[in-house]
């Protein structure tokens, strides 16, 4: 994926975007994984280092390796993370390792972004040792679901839905892993539904995911205006509807993905 794809910006507003992202969402992405100790790891797609940098508090044993393609994203995880994880530039969909090197490949959010996702999991399974697993956490946006009367969050989300496929990924990736994964003759196969984003589930966390959720929709707006789709009056509709969101608790928002588990 080139950067100028990424419809969420690039810079310092955006790098702190994904760290408060992958902290927020960190007791489902992060949380209920599991390695053996001293795994070498592949994080494929580690964009700014945010997952790499949790998975090295949560596993310190572990050896981490990160490949990114985007210049800005990856500096800013050389600059954040310690000498110990290796990060490398490259391109997922050839990943620059030998046969048989890592216990686990993972993939966070990023298969959403690429315009052949079979492929960067054939690479991934070709890295991954007989017995490794590679562990692939994606996105399903059909599943974003407001309760009440929230007009332009759904117009929104449907926009960054349509801007994402025209880019070349698929904002509906989770759904399509169990097939892929079939396709690639992996073996041990599990798929298994998340939530990351649940405030019927977790009440207590509603406001920190509907204030994620509004962070989310706006990093997206830049692209949305230059490209003609939105005007600075519907940014101030977005917001104000989330405000309005915020205070009615009636209001629920959920948001599913999908994690797939095989080996090759």
Same mark, same amino acid.
């Given at each position: 994926?080139?950067?100028?794809?990424?419809?969420?910006?690039?810079?310092?507003?955006?790098?702190?975007?994904?760290?408060?992202?992958?902290?927020?969402?960190?007791?489902?992405?992060?949380?209920?994984?599991?390695?053996?100790?001293?795994?070498?790891?592949?994080?494929?797609?580690?964009?700014?280092?945010?997952?790499?940098?949790? /998975?090295?508090?949560?596993?310190?044993?572990?050896?981490? %390796?990160? =490949?990114?393609?985007?210049? #800005?994203?990856?500096?800013? @995880? !050389?600059?954040?993370?310690?000498?110990?994880?290796?990060?490398?530039?490259?391109?997922?969909?050839?990943?620059?390792?030998?046969?048989?090197?890592?216990?686990?490949?993972?993939?966070?959010?990023?298969?959403?972004?690429?315009?052949?996702?079979?492929?960067?999991?054939?690479?991934?399974?070709?890295?991954?040792?007989?017995?490794?697993?590679?562990?692939?956490?994606?996105?399903?946006?059909?599943?974003?679901?407001?309760?009440?009367?929230?007009?332009?969050?759904?117009?929104?989300?449907?926009?960054?839905?349509?801007?994402?496929?025209?880019?070349?990924?698929?904002?509906?990736?989770?759904?399509?892993?169990?097939?892929?994964? /079939?396709?690639?003759?992996?073996?041990?196969?599990?798929? %298994?539904? =998340?939530?990351?984003?649940? #405030?019927?589930?977790?009440? @207590? !966390?509603?406001?920190?995911?509907?204030?994620?959720?509004?962070?989310?929709?706006?990093?997206?707006?830049?692209?949305?205006?230059?490209?003609?789709?939105?005007?600075?009056?519907?940014?101030?509709?977005?917001?104000?509807?989330?405000?309005?969101?915020?205070?009615?608790?009636?209001?629920?928002?959920?948001?599913?993905?999908?994690?797939?588990?095989?080996?090759?």
């Amino acid at each position: 994926m080139a950067e100028l794809d990424y419809i969420h910006g690039y810079g310092s507003v955006e790098e702190q975007r994904l760290l408060d992202q992958a902290r927020i969402l960190a007791p489902v992405v992060i949380g209920q994984l599991n390695f053996p100790e001293h795994a070498k790891v592949l994080e494929v797609g580690c964009g700014v280092g945010a997952e790499l940098e949790l /998975l090295l508090e949560n596993f310190p044993t572990l050896s981490l %390796t990160g =490949i990114e393609i985007g210049h #800005s994203h990856l500096q800013a @995880a !050389k600059n954040r993370l310690p000498d110990r994880v290796t990060l490398v530039q490259g391109d997922a969909k050839s990943l620059p390792f030998p046969d048989h090197t890592f216990d686990t490949v993972l993939t966070i959010w990023v298969l959403e972004h690429v315009d052949d996702p079979e492929q960067v999991m054939r690479e991934a399974l070709r890295v991954l040792k007989p017995d490794g697993r590679l562990i692939c956490t994606e996105v399903d946006n059909a599943t974003m679901r407001f309760s009440g009367q929230f007009p332009m969050i759904q117009y929104w989300w449907q926009l960054f839905n349509a801007q994402q496929a025209e880019a070349g990924g698929d904002p509906f990736i989770g759904r399509k892993l169990l097939d892929l994964a /079939l396709g690639l003759s992996a073996r041990d196969i599990e798929a %298994t539904t =998340i939530k990351p984003v649940s #405030s019927i589930d977790n009440p @207590a !966390k509603r406001i920190e995911f509907l204030d994620y959720l509004e962070e989310l929709f706006i990093s997206g707006a830049e692209h949305l205006q230059q490209s003609a789709l939105i005007t600075p009056e519907m940014l101030k509709e977005l917001k104000s509807e989330f405000t309005r969101a915020k205070a009615d608790p009636t209001a629920q928002c959920e948001y599913h993905g999908v994690r797939l588990i095989c080996s090759p």
